[in-house]
């Protein structure tokens, strides 16, 4: 089973809906991220959290809200989607209290909007 | 702010040797890393670079150097299966551990 679980893998959706992407980790890490990924852009940090009680907006934080209910899940929302919200979404964790320089990414969520 | 530059596309021949360049306007990061990306899949770490000079790990070897903001990612022996995009990141200090992503570099690897 992967470390780093996201679901769902693949989502489609109209205009205006709200869409919740969830992420949980077993690797014990405090340390967790959501990316955005578009073709020739890179990975873009939208929030990340450092502990239950941390949260912290990232480069791109508008339009989309997180919660973290527990050291192991994550989730990302979109309160009412948008089109240019179509792309790929990672969730990462890593560990604290020691600059490894690695991420763990989980397989990715695949958003359309249409 | 910060930005990474990495080229979009490199292409080389099978056994060859490849550098994916890296230069960054940022400061007060910890370290340089390095992430490989196939097409469908999730980035997955190669190296990391926390002290200037040469990381060497099989056939990957990274390098950083502050002076001249740039790093490298060095690829011996290509294969086939190296075909995929290489990302690099900075990991950003003022206390916190946020990482910061390139826009990426696209490698073709010919037969």
């Known amino acids: 089973d992967a470390d780093v679980t996201q679901t769902p893998r693949n989502r489609i959706t109209k205009t205006g809906k709200r869409i919740m992407l969830e992420c949980s980790q077993t690797k014990g890490h405090d340390r967790m991220y959501w990316y955005r990924q578009d073709p020739g852009l890179g990975l873009r940090l939208i929030y990340y959290s450092f502990d239950v009680k941390d949260i912290n907006k990232g480069e791109i934080s508008d339009g989309y809200s997180v919660s973290r209910q527990a050291q192991a899940k994550f989730s990302l929302s979109l309160e009412s989607a948008i089109p240019n919200q179509t792309a790929l979404y990672f969730c990462?964790?890593?560990?604290?209290?020691?600059?490894?320089?690695?991420?763990?990414f989980g397989e990715g969520s695949r958003l359309t909007v249409l | 702010g910060q930005s990474l530059e990495q080229p979009s596309e490199v292409t080389a021949v099978e056994g060859a040797i490849v550098q994916i360049n890296c230069t960054y306007q940022?400061?007060?990061?910890?370290?340089l890393s390095w992430y490989q990306q196939h097409d469908g899949g999730a980035p997955t770490f190669l190296s990391y670079n926390a002290l200037d000079g040469l990381e060497e790990t099989g056939r990957f070897s990274s390098f950083l150097s502050r002076s001249d903001s740039y790093g490298y990612l060095l690829l011996q022996e290509l294969q086939m299966k190296d075909s995929a995009s290489y990302f690099c990141?900075?990991?950003?200090?003022?206390?916190?551990?946020?990482?910061?992503f390139g826009t990426g570099t696209r490698l073709k690897v010919l037969a």
């Open positions: 990462a964790t890593s560990e604290s209290g020691a600059n490894t320089g690695e991420l763990f």
């Open positions: 940022t400061s007060g990061f910890y370290g």
């Open positions: 990141a900075v990991s950003r200090a003022s206390g916190t551990y946020k990482y910061i």
